[in-house]
């Protein structure tokens, strides 16, 4: 029972995970930064602290332990800063490739590929969701991928209990 328990563990933790990021996108987001934000500050403390208390430590222990309790005192003062640093470069990246594409379109037309139209298209695409994520620098956007991510989350863990309850079937003789 225990060891059913164990290969059950992961894909009912994707489930769960998923419904809560499809639910509560930005409330999940802010409670994920806060906890690690408290975790970086125990951490760092604990580095520097130790660094005080035993003289043999290395500095270099100083060194992550108080960028360690600044990074987590930003994220509990501010638990979206990540969030909005992120999709900044995410932005960036998704309008960057797409405007790439756009190119390679172009040029797919100019030695007569006959799907270019489709690369171009799809391209746009691309650029107009780069500018959207840029644009959206809010909770919408991060709403949408939070949302997806828990989608993502959640197909995988369904995914995970069929096949595992497939393979019981075929090794438990019922094919």
């Not at 003289?55 to 979206?80: I, T, W």
């Not at 100019?110 to 391209?123: D, E, F």
């Not at 828990?150 to 090794?171: M, Q």
């Amino acid at each position: 029972m225990k060891s059913k328990l164990s290969v059950l563990a992961a894909p009912l933790t994707y489930v769960v995970l998923g419904l809560i990021l499809i639910l509560r996108p930005t409330a999940t987001a802010n409670f994920l930064f806060t906890a690690v934000g408290i975790l970086l500050l125990i951490y760092g403390g604990t580095m520097v602290a130790r660094f005080f208390l035993q003289g043999s430590v290395g500095q270099a222990d100083l060194v992550f332990g108080l960028v360690a309790v600044v990074v987590g005192g930003l994220l509990l003062a501010h638990p979206s800063f990540l969030m909005d640093f992120i999709f900044t470069i995410l932005g960036i990246y998704v309008l960057a490739d797409g405007l790439v594409n756009l190119k390679r379109g172009l040029d797919l037309r100019q030695y007569g590929y006959a799907g270019w139209t489709y690369t171009l298209a799809m391209s746009g695409i691309s650029v107009l969701l780069g500018i959207f994520i840029l644009w959206q620098q809010g909770h919408l956007a991060q709403a949408l991928l939070l949302r997806a991510i828990g989608g993502i989350f959640l197909y995988e863990g369904i995914l995970n209990l069929v096949s595992l309850h497939a393979i019981s079937k075929f090794i438990g003789g019922e094919k």
